[in-house]
């Protein structure tokens, strides 16, 4: 495991000539420092207190993401961690720029949720050539070789997908026209929640999928599209809208709504995550059901690199447990969701 101390990392090049008087401030405000932090001197070791890690997020553009880093950082910070976190913005360019300057940093572990599943090869060939693991969180990416990364924890997205599929299928009679607003194009959640639906549908001639788009899973881009879906000839047709995120759901809610029709019912509308808007949708009567997608994996996550940083071996992958939530349970258990 590289242990580079940070002081090394940040290291100050004490070669330069001073005067005798800048030599002796400098080491009483040293001193002074190294005592102050926390009441103790560094660990004169060479080695670093705490555990570096870089983290690389994809972004904030859903209730789930926000929640998700929420719980990294606090995870982090309660385990004394020196977190050092970039928000790329849902560019993959950016991920790749922040691993980079992470391996500059001699970070000790570097953890992403991949926007996309390709396009990190060459920059996770440059971290293991540089001694750095690197956990993924949430998302998985195709790689050629997996030993580029030490492990994945995630959800199982094409079981959220097929639950949703067959929520669709028990709650249904008859033929059911559905429309589908699909995640961020390339995306291990959005190709493997079309996947999983689509598995289970196949066994059921009465459902059929008329109408697919991307909403980039945010609530404007869901809106957006799904209000022009509403104007095209196919509209009235459609009995059902399956969404790969709460967030597109409640931008398409709006839309149905402001075409005058009546979300939850003219249209049954199953979507994922399980935020907690999610379950006041369905208290509305807007939403039928939402599809458990947990964020909470701070501690997990964090269990993880600690072991990783330690050299102990760690699961290859790590799913997350998770459940299916309707509207008939949800005004009993929104004050309970943490998200
Ligand atoms: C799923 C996560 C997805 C959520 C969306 O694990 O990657 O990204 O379902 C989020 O809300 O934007």
Redesign the pocket.
């Known amino acids: 495991m590289k242990t580079v101390s940070r002081r090394d990392r940040a290291g100050i090049p004490l070669s330069l000539a001073f005067s005798r008087a800048t030599a002796l401030l400098a080491l009483l405000v040293v001193s002074i420092g190294l005592v102050a932090c926390d009441g103790s001197a560094e660990p004169n070791d060479g080695s670093s207190a705490s555990l570096v890690v870089g983290f690389s997020q994809?972004g904030a553009?859903?209730?789930?993401?926000r929640a998700?880093t929420q719980s990294i950082r606090d995870e982090a910070a309660k385990r004394g961690i020196d977190l050092r976190f970039s928000d790329a913005q849902q560019k993959k360019e950016n991920q790749i720029k922040a691993i980079r300057s992470f391996i500059a940093q001699g970070v000790d572990v570097i953890a992403f949720?991949p926007v996309v599943e390709t396009g990190f090869e060459q920059v996770l060939e440059e971290a293991k050539r540089a001694g750095i693991p690197v956990v993924l969180s949430?998302?998985a990416v195709e790689v050629s070789d997996d030993s580029l990364y030490v492990s994945f924890i995630?959800?199982d997205?094409e079981e959220e997908g097929r639950r949703a599929a067959q929520w669709l299928v028990d709650n249904t009679e008859g033929e059911v026209r559905v429309a589908e607003l699909q995640?961020?194009p390339g995306?291990?959640?959005a190709l493997d929640r079309a996947a999983g639906f689509r598995a289970v549908i196949e066994n059921h001639d009465r459902v059929e999928i008329v109408w697919s788009q991307s909403g980039n899973?945010t609530r404007t881009e869901g809106k957006q599209a799904f209000q022009a879906f509403l104007k095209s000839p196919d509209a009235d047709s459609v009995t059902a809208l399956y969404a790969?995120?709460?967030?597109m759901a409640i931008g398409a809610i709006q839309a149905i709504k402001e075409a005058g029709k009546d979300p939850g019912e003219d249209i049954k509308i199953v979507s994922?995550?399980a935020v907690k808007q999610a379950f006041q949708a369905m208290i509305d009567g807007d939403l039928n059901c939402t599809v458990e997608?947990n964020?909470l994996i701070g501690p997990q996550l964090f269990d993880i690199i600690e072991k990783v940083a330690a050299g102990e071996s760690v699961p290859k992958r790590v799913k997350v447990e998770e459940g299916v939530f309707t509207a008939s349970e949800a005004a009993e258990l929104i004050d309970s969701r943490q998200y």
């Open positions: 994809i553009e859903s209730d789930w993401r998700n949720s949430d998302r995630g959800s997205f995640g961020t995306s291990a959640p899973f790969h995120n709460d967030d994922i995550d997608c964020p």
